[in-house]
C-alpha cells in the first residue's frame, strides 16, 4: 500500500498553511517567563507533506532576502524538522514555504511567529489532532537556533495565546501557566528602526544577582500576577519594574526612558522593554490610551531622528492557527 492511500485512509492532509503573531516576551519583571500574544503581525508557513524523509525549504517571502535559505539555519525550518522528528512516519518529509510579517531584530518574537507557524502547519499534516502543547519543544528549537537558548517566554504565547508563565521544570523541560488576561486590555509595541540581536541582548546580561535584587523582582511578578488575578489595572501597571535586565538593555534602545515616560503620560499603565528589544511595549485600559501611547512613543523617537513602527492590538486569546489545509494527492 503507498504512503498515499494509506494516508487518504487516516485522513493526513497532505498540506496546510498556519500562522503565528508577534508576542511580548518579559512583560518587566518576568524574564523568560512571562508572555503575551498580540493578534498581528502574523508570520505564515505552508507545508506540504513528502515522502523525501527530509526537510525542503522551499521559499522564504517578506523577509528582504535577510533570513537564511538553508532548511538547518532557518527558524520554521529547524522547527518543522522537529516536529517531522517526533510525529513522522518512516519516510514522510515536508516542503516548507515561509512568508515574513514580523521586523526582524525586533524583540516582538520574530523568530519565534516563524517556528510555531512552522511547526502548527507541520503538525496538521503529520499528526492531524495533536494537542498543541506537545508543539512547544519544536518551536523552541527554532529559538535555541536563533538565540542559542531554547527560551520559551515568545513561543509558548504565539502557540497557546493569552498570557503565559512558563515556570522551568528541571534541565530544560517547562510547565505552560495560562494567566487570566483583564478585560478591556490594550498593547501598544513601538519599534525604532534599531536592530537589536537577542544573544547579544542576553550577552550584556550578568551571571548572578544581589539577593535584594531578586527580592524586589519576586515582589514585581508577585503584583503582576495578583494584578491579572483580581483584574486590576492599575496594580498592573505598578508592577512592571524590572531591575535585572532592562538597566542592562536599555541602553540599545535610543529614548527608551522617554518614550516609556511619554506612555505614561498619554495615559499608558506602564511601558517596558518587549523581549530583547529594541521595541517598547506599553499597556493599556483601552485602545484610545493605547493608540495615544504609541503616537507619544513614536513621537519620541522621531525627535531621535529614528523612524519607528507601530502596533497596537488586543490580547490574542487564540494563539496560532491553521489558516487552510487541502487532501494529499
Ligand atoms: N526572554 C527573551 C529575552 C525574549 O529577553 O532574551 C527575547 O525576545
Known amino acids: 500500500m503507498s504512503t498515499k492511500s494509506t494516508d487518504n485512509h487516516s485522513g493526513r492532509p497532505g498540506s496546510a498553511t498556519a500562522s503565528a503573531a508577534a508576542t511580548v516576551a518579559n512583560l518587566g519583571p518576568g524574564y523568560d517567563v512571562l508572555g503575551l500574544c498580540l493578534s498581528a503581525p502574523r508570520d505564515s508557513v505552508r507545508v506540504e507533506r513528502t515522502g523525501s524523509g527530509s526537510v525542503e525549504l522551499v521559499a522564504v517571502s517578506g523577509d528582504g532576502g535577510a533570513l537564511p535559505r538553508q532548511p538547518h539555519r532557518n527558524c520554521a525550518s529547524v522547527a518543522a524538522r522537529a516536529v517531522l522528528e517526533r510525529f513522522g512516519r518512516p519516510g514522510d518529509g515536508l516542503r516548507v514555504w515561509l512568508n515574513k510579517a514580523l521586523p526582524l531584530g525586533s524583540g516582538m518574537g520574530s523568530s519565534a511567529a516563524s517556528a510555531v507557524a512552522a511547526a502548527m502547519a507541520a503538525g496538521h499534516v503529520l499528526a492531524p489532532g495533536v494537542a498543541r502543547l506537545e ?10 537556533l536563533a538565540t542559542g537558548v531554547p527560551h ?13 508563565a512558563c515556570v522551568p521544570r528541571g534541565g530544560e523541560a517547562v510547565e505552560v501557566v495560562r494567566l487570566p488576561s483583564p478585560a478591556g486590555l490594550w498593547v501598544a509595541c513601538v519599534k525604532p528602526d534599531v536592530t537589536v540581536r537577542t544573544a547579544d541582548a542576553r550577552a550584556v546580561l550578568p551571571e548572578t544577582v544581589p539577593l535584594a535584587d531578586a527580592v524586589r523582582q519576586l515582589a514585581e511578578i508577585a503584583g503582576f500576577v495578583g494584578a491579572l488575578a483580581n483584574g486590576d489595572l492599575e496594580l498592573l501597571g505598578r508592577s512592571l519594574g524590572d531591575v535585572l535586565v532592562t538597566p542592562y538593555r536599555e541602553r540599545f534602545i535610543p529614548g527608551f526612558r522617554a518614550a516609556c515616560d511619554a506612555a505614561r503620560g498619554a495615559g499608558a499603565l506602564g511601558a517596558g522593554i518587549s523581549g530583547s528589544g529594541p521595541t517598547v511595549f506599553a499597556l493599556a485600559g483601552d485602545e484610545p490610551r493605547a493608540r495615544a501611547a504609541a503616537d507619544a512613543m513614536q513621537a519620541v523617537f522621531g525627535s531621535r531622528g529614528h523612524r519607528a513602527l507601530v502596533t497596537v492590538s488586543v490580547v490574542d486569546p487564540s494563539g496560532a492557527r491553521i489558516e487552510s489545509s487541502a487532501p494529499s494527492g
Open 152 to 164: 520559551p517566554d515568545n513561543v509558548a504565547p504565539s502557540l497557546l495565546g493569552g498570557i503565559v
Open 135 to 144: 508543539l512547544l519543544d519544536a518551536c523552541r528549537e527554532g529559538e535555541r
